[in-house]
């Protein structure tokens, strides 16, 4: 299995740029979460899905963010107009419940808005 | 907010057995206790969990105390790819992960 796999790995952009990452999760998880980490605030849960429908977006910042799970292989975040302060590492990860102990995350995808 | 203390940082010896405590004194009986850890630029990966029995696997044992409030995870043999941030987190099936600031362990040589 080839894992959480994320993309981009690192994105660079300007302040007021749309920004768009992917996660692919792993086959057969039905669970999936979207995870932001900073210096500052740690780990930070922002949505999670659960069979490819938002159940909690509580931790999404405000509605510049948005999530969407179109089919179960498939997740994006986005983030439009981009601000410095959303410059983090963003990180997928899914389970095979929701209820299951192993989060299985990707590498992250570094964003860095100028 | 986390519902667990952990100390800031730690340092262990290559091949000495690594002992990261973790204080969790409001712990609920349907709440597990959850270690992961997160090397440098990679995402958190899964340790071993626990409600009150001690447990073990490849990676690890956790120890966690009779009444509850507090655990041990143990690396017995550490290695300098053990180095990394350590997450003891407190869960009920059904909850989120709630990742504190948890533990940097520093394995030397």
């Known amino acids: 299995d080839a894992g959480v796999i994320q993309s981009p790995r690192h994105e660079v952009t300007e302040m007021g740029q749309e920004v768009t990452l992917r996660c692919k999760p792993i086959?057969?998880?039905?669970?999936l979460f979207w995870y932001r980490q900073t210096m500052m605030r740690g780990l930070e849960l922002l949505i999670y899905?659960?069979?490819?429908?938002?159940?909690?977006d509580s931790g999404m910042p405000e509605d510049r963010f948005s999530a969407k799970m179109p089919n179960a292989s498939f997740s994006t975040l986005k983030i439009q107009p981009s601000e410095p302060r959303d410059s983090a590492v963003y990180f997928c990860?899914?389970?095979?419940?929701?209820?299951?102990?192993?989060?299985?995350f990707g590498e992250g995808s570094r964003l860095t808005v100028l | 907010d986390a519902k667990t203390t952990q100390p800031t940082s730690m340092d262990c010896a290559e091949g000495r057995a690594a002992n990261l405590p973790c204080n969790h004194s409001t712990i609920s009986g349907n709440e597990y206790v959850y270690w992961y850890r997160q090397i440098h630029s990679q995402g958190p990966q899964y340790i071993i969990h626990?409600?009150?029995n001690n447990e073990t696997n490849e990676m690890a044992s956790l120890i966690i105390t009779e009444d509850r409030k507090s655990s041990t995870l143990i690396l017995p043999h550490a290695t300098l790819r053990d180095t990394a941030v350590y997450y003891c987190?407190?869960?009920?099936?059904?909850?989120?992960?709630?990742f504190g600031p948890g533990t940097r362990l520093s394995v030397l040589p």
């Open positions: 626990g409600l009150k």
């Open positions: 899905f659960n069979n490819n429908v938002p159940i909690d």
């Open positions: 990860a899914s389970s095979l419940t929701r209820d299951r102990e192993e989060l299985f």
């Open positions: 987190i407190v869960r009920a099936y059904g909850q989120n992960f709630v």
């Open positions: 086959s057969g998880h039905n669970s």
